[in-house]
């Protein structure tokens, strides 16, 4: 039974299966994106110079425009709305006045990206897909109708109409994208035998999308497009979705013949867009001009969104591979995008906003000269893995390892459970975090950089209300009291589990950005640099170990009361470096603004010359100045 629900064709777009009420709101806009692709593929065989060509063909299609119709009426409130609709208005009246395929097909391709950008719809895998098993899987589920080689002619195909599509029909192939197939395969074809394969996962669906799309290519044009991708990297393949969601056809009309055949190429060796150095870059640099366009057309707060994520989706993923190769190179394309995203913050002219993306992108295009050069050489790899992990986790080492020696000099090992708790399910969740981020939910680099802020804002938090704490203790008569009351249950249930928080806060911060650095990392070292990148994050995982280690023996040396104090003082200034850093990562993300100032910038210290961040630092100062000076203020006075 499960072979015949294969019996129509994936090439002809699923014809859509609920009604508009029907529909859950969720699906929505999946539902109107494969109404649009069928409309912008069939309706030009069902209207020829004015004429309907196939009657029931065009009343369907009659049907569908009135339902994208009226499911963008039930979508979420969204300023584009308003326009998404008046599109359909016209698109409904262009089919009915049996306008020119190409004008219909043109609208409803322009409504397909408008509705992708406006309500973020998934069109892309998360990662390349596995191709090896694509070919088991179509055999089991597809072979019986469309045959083995995919022209229409299984055995259970006698019979059925429509008969199952021939995947080697070059003229319909260059007209369906991969992400047509994908919808196909999930949504299935209403009417039909064909149902929603939603029983195979998300990653199979993918993968059998495009072994059939690869089904009725020529040997001779992928192989020519993969000489053209060596030979040079094009702007038109950033990254996966922009593979998957043009067709052959669109991808010719819109970069010219070369693109298409390394269209060809990429749709066998999907893996190569991850594999290459540069294809952040390139993400960036498409990002980027998405962003100019978005600007030119008065779009300003989707230009500051493109303009972030050009940032963060793109160009920070490469910054470990640059910074071997090039530090100052990155440095400033960190400072000329800081510009750029300022210009568009206070609306400046357009002229101005082109002039600085030209800039950023002339930079873009050193970096990825760089990148592209090569795999990084084994001691670029090992420096870079070394100073991921050292950056990345020296604060949360210094953090533990100064809660540690409080525990052990309290004489409370019984609550160490609670420190190492926290980072130990830190980690767990930071890896469960990059597991659904890379396998389940897309999650974008400013949703990554909120995470990150807000757990910096909180750990800056926690850690003062520790240091305050430890400070009460540090003078000698509080602390023998505090020694009195220890074992009837000092050092209480509030405190240990803010102990264990800002633990667990210290280490998720990083966890999951650490992780995507090594990845990206991993792709430029290439499979002969792994084991450099391995030493490199030994070496460094050393390093931290040892750290913690100096810092549990110094706090062991010194006396209690000025260990209570020196400890008090550390975790406080770390609150100010955390208090920075999560600024920072709250402006990368969009959610503050930058205010950018004259003044020295010390990322290891959380310092960064912008306004919002150096404000809160420097009140978290003068906070911190005058709680530890109180107490002595108020004993001269009692004296």
């Known amino acids: 039974m499960v072979l015949v629900l294969c019996a129509f064709a994936l090439v002809s777009p699923a014809r859509p299966q609920p009604t508009p009420a029907e529909t859950p709101a969720a699906e929505r806009p999946q539902v109107i994106l494969h109404i649009l692709d069928y409309v912008g593929v069939d309706y030009p065989e069902a209207v020829k110079d004015g004429r309907v060509a196939d009657e029931g063909e065009y009343r369907e299609q009659v049907e569908f425009v009135e339902q994208a119709r009226a499911l963008i009426g039930q979508l979420d409130k969204r300023t584009e709305q308003a326009a998404l609709i008046a599109d359909a208005e016209r698109l409904v009246t262009l089919v009915q006045n049996k306008r020119p395929g190409a004008e219909v097909a ?8 408008g509705i992708i950008k406006a309500y973020g719809v998934e069109v892309a895998p998360r990662r390349p897909p596995d191709l090896r098993h694509a070919a088991a899987v179509y055999a089991a589920q597809c072979a019986a109708c469309h045959g083995a080689d995919g022209r229409g002619d299984g055995p259970a195909a006698k019979g059925l ?10 003229e319909r192939m260059a007209q369906r994208s991969v992400y047509g197939l994908y919808s196909t395969i999930t949504l299935g074809v209403s009417g039909t035998a064909m149902t929603a394969y939603r029983t195979l996962g998300d990653a199979e669906r993918w993968a059998l999308a495009f072994y059939v799309a690869n089904l009725g290519s020529a040997d001779g044009e992928a192989q020519r ?4 991708w060596q030979a040079a990297r094009t702007d038109a393949f950033p990254d996966l979705a922009s ?6 056809r669109e991808i010719e009309a819109q970069h010219g013949r070369d693109a298409a055949l390394v269209l060809a190429h990429l749709l066998r060796h999907p893996d190569l867009l991850a594999r ?13 001009r998405e962003s100019v366009a978005a600007y030119r057309e008065g779009h300003g707060r989707r230009a500051q969104e493109l303009a972030a994520s050009s940032y963060l989706d793109g160009f920070e993923t490469a910054e470990a591979s640059l910074d071997a190769l090039d530090r100052a190179l990155r440095g400033d394309v960190e400072a000329q995008m800081i510009r750029y995203r300022a210009l568009l913050r206070d609306g400046a002219p357009l002229a101005d906003v082109e002039a600085q993306a030209a800039t950023i992108e002339a930079l873009l295009d050193r970096a990825r000269d760089l990148l592209e050069a090569g795999t990084l050489p084994p ?4 420096a870079s893995a070394f100073v991921i992990l050292l950056r990345e986790g020296l604060e949360a080492i210094v953090v533990i390892a100064a809660l540690y020696a409080l525990l052990v000099r309290a004489g409370r090992r019984d609550a160490l459970a609670y420190l190492h708790g926290g980072w130990l399910l830190a980690l767990i969740v930071g890896a469960l975090t990059w597991v659904v981020a890379s396998y389940v939910v897309a999650v974008s680099g400013a949703t990554r950089e909120l995470t990150e802020g807000v757990s910096a804002l909180a750990a800056a938090g926690v850690l003062l209300y520790v240091g305050f704490w430890m400070h009460d203790k540090s003078h000698a008569r509080r602390w023998q009291a505090y020694l009195d009351r220890r074992l009837a249950g000092a050092l209480g249930g509030g405190t240990l589990w803010a102990l264990g928080a800002v633990s667990f806060l210290a280490v998720y911060r990083e966890a999951f950005e650490t992780v995507l650095f090594y990845e ?11 084991r450099a990148l391995v030493g490199g994050l030994a070496v460094a995982a050393i390093a931290l170990a040892v750290l913690g280690r100096l810092i549990v023996q110094g706090g062991a040396r010194l006396p209690l009361g000025l260990f209570f104090g020196a400890s008090a003082v550390l975790l406080a200034l770390l609150a100010v470096v955390l208090a920075g850093k999560g600024i920072a990562a709250l402006q990368e993300a969009g959610f503050i603004p930058i205010h950018q100032v004259s003044f020295p910038s010390a990322p290891l210290l959380g310092v960064y010359p912008n306004l919002q961040g150096l404000l809160l630092q420097a009140l978290l100062v003068v906070v911190i100045a005058l709680t530890f000076a109180y107490p002595r203020l108020a004993a001269r006075r009692s004296s």
């Open 276 to 288: 290459s150095g540069g294809a952040a870059i390139g993400k960036s640099a498409a990002l980027l």
């Open 379 to 382: 001691s670029a790899v090992f």
């Open 225 to 228: 497009g993969a000489e053209l």
């Open 520 to 530: 990206a990392l991993a792709v430029q070292a290439g499979p002969g640099g792994h």
């Open 106 to 113: 043109a609208l409803a391709g322009a409504m397909r990206w």
């Open 161 to 170: 109409e429509p008969p199952p599509a021939n995947f080697h029909d070059r």
């Open 243 to 248: 593979v998957v969601t043009r067709s052959p």
